[in-house]
Nanobody, 124 residues
């Protein structure tokens, strides 16, 4: 069965960096666009970034543009989210997701598979 496993979360001070990884198995990874979402306590899940199956196209939420970078390695069936200049408001559980449609999408309902999430906490 399909499995997406996030790692790399943790506690970091404001201004610091983290790199999240999403290891995929049970699917043809290069057939899927990959997305990252996050959910803070008491808030709805929100889109962070997406990358096309080839890695050539990316799409970011305005709140992270210029600070976060999404990438992927199809040979390793892994997607990444490099997070720099972290802020306390970036604190959330971060989820990766896989989507087989052609267009990059920010809509959570468009994604077919989800990981279990990894906690990111940014202290001020």
């Amino acid at each position: 069965q399909v499995s997406l496993v996030e790692s790399g979360g943790g506690l970091v001070q404001a201004g610091g960096s983290l790199r999240l990884s999403c290891a995929a198995s049970g699917l043809t990874f290069s057939d899927y666009n990959m997305g990252w979402f996050r959910q803070a306590p008491g808030k709805e899940r929100e889109f962070v970034a997406a990358i096309s199956w080839s890695g050539r196209r990316t799409y970011y939420a305005d709140s992270v543009k210029g600070r976060f970078t999404i990438s992927r390695d199809n040979a390793k069936t892994t997607a990444y989210l490099q997070m720099n200049s972290l802020r306390p408001e970036d604190t959330a559980v971060y989820y990766c997701a896989a989507d087989r449609t052609y267009d990059l999408t920010y809509r959570a309902n468009d994604y077919d598979y989800w990981g279990q999430g990894t906690q990111v906490t940014v202290s001020s």
